[in-house]
């Protein structure tokens, strides 16, 4: 510390912690601002008890209060010489800090809280707590306004004891009286519990983000994946294309050439006959100027006499054959462009069905497998629990609505459109989209395991209700013989594995239904692989044939959710 940091702390005021102005020495050796200490003392004039705010010495009477003409000399001197203001790295504490609760005037921020004194402190109050031997065993914490809150409301005591039947923090007194019998431990007893239930919790929870990175990682590489994929496939198809267009170009170029030759070819010949044609009507055209002057010839010894020298006409060999198609000459080749246009409409059609079919596989193709252990299900499990207002009234509900009971007497359930009237079928509360799993335990014969859309009709005809009868649900029946997996009133025959337990994994995107048959192994039952239009919907049915025999129930089993 250097001298003029010396300087400030020893010539400061300790309660507004600026140089001293005015400053008086009291009894105990103590200097402040004369106005500072009379303030102080005047709150204090009502205990009759006045005191330093640094030492806590007392006096009585009040001291009478004297300037220091030598310590304001020195003061002003050192003003002089530079020292200005209070210390620089002072931290006074503001609205939202935690002020020191022995700094008098104008508060410093608390560096800690004792819960033992209950008071904060800043750095200069804290140290009797490190150079005293009396506070050693003082528990010292981050600075806390809520110290108060560990103070008892009824008896006035620090709450060091936790009562664990009721859950809270009490005192000693309290322990031995509204308390007595509980089980009481040491706040610090059952906090060192409480924090190793929090350490596991952590451990879990680290656990989990660092399968939630790896996760994420591996999402980032298919998310690569995909984009590489994307782009080689758009820059493959880009090019496929453009050779398609310059397939069709060239052989429009090819149509547009031979038309032009042929149009030339066609023009040559008819150019030919129309200069032939022309050459015969100048030679007409001749004859008739001869036979006209001929004509017109009065003499008529002259006519007569020139008349056999005028040679015969010839006959026309073209223009019999003449006849004018106008813009026809093209048209069969129109024809068949256009039918080969109709053709390839007819092609991209079809492929582009076949392409977008391809397109909406990708994500299907990308999901995640299938999980191949019970422990990889257990991932996507969910809770399910039965609706009451479809359940049957032959079918009773227990376990929260997990679990669901043929009773040989109907159940006084209210009317309600979404129950079952004909059937003895019940289902989920929950609408499964995503990924989900759930097990369900059997006890009895003619149990359906199913899943279900939402509209399943609930009364009229039995087909259009019974689960698996119909192409709104999907359906595991379990009979003394084996399994049926039913779909549309379609049912296959499965072997009995022998467990009563029938695990369930959904992924309703990629449109995959797995049925499993869990015990020390996961057998797989049946597998769909469809497209699920809506969200689906758990389900229970029971065969009417064991309606009275009240032995058959199923339960949706409690699993570790995560």
Same mark, same amino acid.
């Given at each position: 510390?250097?001298?003029? /940091?010396?300087?400030?702390?020893?010539?400061?005021?300790?309660?507004?912690?600026?140089?001293?102005?005015?400053?008086?020495?009291? $009894?105990?050796?103590?200097?402040?601002?004369?106005?500072?200490?009379?303030?102080?003392?005047?709150?204090?004039?009502?205990?009759?008890?006045?005191?330093?705010? /640094?030492?806590?010495? %007392?006096?009585?009477?009040?001291?009478?209060?004297?300037?220091?003409?030598?310590?304001?000399?020195?003061?002003? /001197?050192?003003?002089?010489?530079?020292?200005?203001?209070?210390?620089?790295?002072?931290?006074?504490?503001?609205?939202?800090?935690?002020?020191?609760?022995?700094?008098?005037?104008?508060?410093?921020?608390? !560096?800690?809280?004792?819960?033992?004194?209950?008071?904060?402190?800043?750095?200069?109050?804290?140290? $009797?707590?490190?150079? *005293?031997?009396?506070?050693?065993?003082?528990?010292?914490?981050?600075?806390?306004?809520?110290?108060?809150?560990?103070?008892?409301?009824?008896?006035?005591?620090?709450?060091?004891? @936790?009562?664990?039947?009721?859950?809270?923090?009490?005192?000693?007194?309290? *322990?031995?009286?509204?308390?007595?019998?509980?089980?009481?431990?040491?706040?610090?007893?059952?906090?060192?519990?409480?924090?190793?239930?929090?350490?596991?919790?952590?451990?879990?929870?680290?656990?989990? !983000?660092?399968?939630?990175?790896?996760?994420?990682?591996?999402?980032?590489?298919?998310?690569?994946?995909?984009?590489?994929?994307?782009?080689?496939?758009?820059?493959?198809?880009?090019?496929?294309?453009?050779?398609?267009?310059? +397939?069709?170009?060239?052989?429009?170029?090819?149509?547009?050439? /031979?038309?032009?030759?042929?149009?030339?070819?066609?023009?040559?010949?008819?150019?030919?006959?129309?200069?032939?044609?022309?050459?015969?009507?100048?030679? +007409?055209?001749?004859?008739? %100027?001869?036979?006209?002057?001929?004509?017109?010839?009065?003499?008529?010894?002259?006519?007569?006499?020139?008349?056999?020298?005028?040679?015969?006409?010839?006959?026309?060999?073209?223009?019999?054959?003449?006849?004018?198609?106008? =813009?026809?000459? @093209?048209?069969?080749?129109?024809?068949?462009?256009?039918?080969?246009?109709?053709?390839?409409?007819?092609?991209?059609?079809?492929?582009?069905?076949?392409?977008? +079919?391809?397109?909406?596989?990708?994500?299907?193709?990308?999901?995640?497998?299938?999980?191949?252990?019970?422990?990889?299900? #257990?991932?996507?499990?969910?809770?399910?629990? =039965?609706? $009451?207002?479809?359940?049957?009234?032959?079918?009773?509900?227990?376990?929260?609505?997990?679990?669901?009971?043929?009773?040989?007497? $109907?159940?006084?359930?209210?009317?309600?459109?979404?129950? @079952?009237?004909?059937?003895?079928?019940?289902?989920?509360?929950?609408?499964?989209?995503?990924?989900?799993?759930?097990?369900?335990?059997?006890?009895? #014969?003619?149990?359906?395991?199913?899943?279900?859309?939402?509209?399943?009709?609930?009364?009229?005809?039995?087909?259009?209700?019974?689960?698996?009868?119909?192409?709104?649900?999907?359906?595991?029946?379990?009979?003394?013989?084996?399994?049926?997996?039913?779909?549309?009133? !379609?049912?296959?025959?499965?072997?009995?594995?022998?467990?009563?337990?029938?695990?369930?994994?959904?992924?309703?995107?990629?449109?995959? #239904?797995?049925?499993? *048959?869990?015990?020390?192994?996961?057998?797989?039952?049946?597998?769909?692989? %469809?497209?699920?239009?809506?969200?689906?919907?758990?389900?229970?049915?029971?065969?009417? *044939? !064991?309606?009275?025999?009240?032995?058959?129930?199923?339960?949706?089993?409690?699993?570790?959710?995560?």
């Amino acid at each position: 510390m250097d001298q003029n /940091q010396l300087d400030r702390e020893t010539f400061s005021c300790s309660i507004c912690l600026d140089l001293l102005k005015d400053p008086v020495t009291i $009894p105990c050796g103590h200097s402040y601002c004369m106005k500072c200490i009379q303030n102080l003392w005047d709150e204090e004039d009502q205990k009759g008890i006045h005191s330093c705010p /640094q030492c806590r010495e %007392t006096f009585a009477p009040k001291p009478v209060l004297k300037k220091s003409t030598m310590l304001a000399a020195l003061v002003e /001197q050192l003003k002089k010489s530079g020292l200005q203001a209070a210390p620089a790295d002072l931290c006074y504490a503001g609205p939202e800090d935690v002020a020191c609760d022995s700094c008098s005037g104008r508060k410093l921020k608390a !560096i800690k809280s004792c819960l033992d004194c209950l008071a904060s402190y800043c750095e200069k109050h804290l140290q $009797p707590h490190y150079d *005293s031997a009396a506070f050693k065993k003082h528990k010292l914490v981050e600075p806390s306004k809520n110290l108060q809150e560990n103070i008892c409301s009824r008896h006035d005591e620090v709450m060091k004891m @936790f009562c664990r039947t009721d859950q809270k923090c009490i005192c000693y007194l309290c *322990s031995v009286e509204e308390h007595k019998g509980h089980d009481t431990v040491s706040v610090a007893a059952e906090r060192t519990e409480r924090q190793r239930e929090l350490q596991v919790r952590r451990e879990n929870i680290q656990q989990r !983000i660092q399968d939630r990175e790896k996760d994420v990682k591996l999402l980032q590489q298919e998310l690569e994946a995909i984009k590489h994929s994307a782009d080689k496939t758009v820059e493959d198809s880009e090019k496929i294309f453009t050779e398609l267009i310059r +397939l069709i170009q060239k052989r429009s170029s090819d149509v547009k050439q /031979q038309i032009r030759s042929q149009q030339e070819t066609e023009g040559s010949r008819v150019k030919e006959l129309q200069e032939k044609l022309e050459q015969e009507i100048t030679e +007409l055209k001749r004859k008739d %100027t001869e036979l006209k002057q001929l004509s017109d010839t009065e003499d008529h010894n002259q006519f007569l006499h020139n008349y056999p020298s005028l040679s015969a006409l010839s006959e026309s060999t073209h223009s019999s054959s003449i006849k004018t198609r106008l =813009l026809s000459y @093209f048209e069969d080749v129109t024809a068949a462009v256009s039918e080969l246009r109709d053709k390839l409409q007819d092609i991209l059609r079809d492929a582009w069905t076949n392409i977008s +079919l391809r397109l909406t596989e990708v994500d299907v193709l990308l999901s995640e497998p299938e999980p191949k252990s019970r422990a990889g299900f #257990l991932r996507y499990s969910c809770k399910i629990t =039965l609706d $009451p207002n479809t359940a049957n009234i032959n079918l009773l509900l227990s376990e929260g609505n997990r679990k669901i009971t043929v009773m040989a007497q $109907p159940h006084s359930y209210s009317s309600h459109p979404e129950r @079952f009237t004909n059937v003895s079928q019940v289902l989920s509360r929950e609408s499964l989209t995503g990924r989900c799993y759930w097990e369900v335990e059997r006890r009895g #014969l003619e149990v359906y395991v199913v899943v279900a859309y939402n509209k399943i009709s609930r009364a009229g005809d039995r087909n259009q209700c019974r689960f698996g009868c119909n192409d709104k649900s999907w359906a595991l029946y379990y009979y003394q013989g084996g399994y049926l997996f039913g779909h549309n009133n !379609i049912w296959t025959s499965i072997s009995d594995p022998g467990s009563s337990r029938v695990g369930v994994y959904l992924n309703h995107r990629a449109g995959i #239904l797995s049925f499993y *048959s869990v015990s020390e192994t996961m057998t797989l039952l049946h597998r769909v692989q %469809t497209t699920f239009t809506q969200p689906l919907h758990a389900g229970v049915g029971f065969d009417s *044939s !064991i309606l009275f025999s009240n032995e058959s129930s199923a339960e949706f089993c409690k699993l570790k959710y995560f």
